[in-house]
């Protein structure tokens, strides 16, 4: 009973922090607000956090079987993480091995066996790739490891990505590679072959 009273308070307490963190203590527009320098190290499991901006648009949704801080590094380490990244506007799902969130940056890095997942006309685009970095402040998704994408009638390797999330467009480079599929019917084939 009294680990779950202290695993309940420490919740609530990083639960405090992490809306301290993405909320304005003052009604002033500011560009990202940040966590109040915590000194201690701390484990969740089974966490999951919202993220909203500063217009109060839901931007990500975090959740994983464990996050781990270090107070010393700011950063947040997070084993087999899901997260959704702009819900209501496209909805890109990645997983990975593990992510790392850097407080300081308002930055995300995915590593191992990422996959990315997004709706695409009737069925759904795919990014594979090692490592994936999100940078909230650029508003971009990016690797500059090979990366693989498919999607209905399509598919492309490349060395590097990156996507403008402002603009929901996908920019491919190094050794760019890809193939498109077209679907014909035996009776378009003998249409077009005669």
Do not use: C
Not at 123 to 140: P, Y
């Amino acid at each position: 009973m009294n680990r779950r009273i202290i695993a309940i308070a420490s919740l609530a307490l990083v639960i405090v922090f992490v809306i301290r963190w993405w909320m304005p203590s003052d009604r002033t527009v500011r560009s990202l607000p940040s966590l109040p320098d915590t000194q201690f190290d701390y484990t969740l499991s089974d966490f999951r956090s919202e993220f909203f901006n500063t217009q109060g648009t839901l931007e990500w949704v975090i959740e994983a079987p464990e996050l781990v801080h270090d107070s010393k590094t700011k950063i947040a380490t997070i084993e087999s993480p899901r997260i959704v990244i702009e819900p209501d506007q496209g909805a890109w799902e990645a997983r990975a091995n593990q992510g790392m969130i850097y407080r300081n940056e308002d930055e995300i890095v995915l590593q191992g066996d990422v996959v990315i997942r997004q709706p695409f006309g009737a069925g759904e685009r795919v990014l594979k790739t090692q490592r994936l970095h999100h940078d909230r402040r650029q508003r971009t998704i990016k690797t500059n490891e090979r990366v693989e994408v498919t999607e209905p009638g399509a598919s492309l390797k490349a060395g590097g990505m990156v996507i403008d999330l402002d603009t929901n467009t996908m920019e491919f480079f190094d050794h760019v590679q890809g193939e498109i599929f077209v679907d014909r019917n035996p009776s378009d084939r003998a249409a077009v072959d005669s």
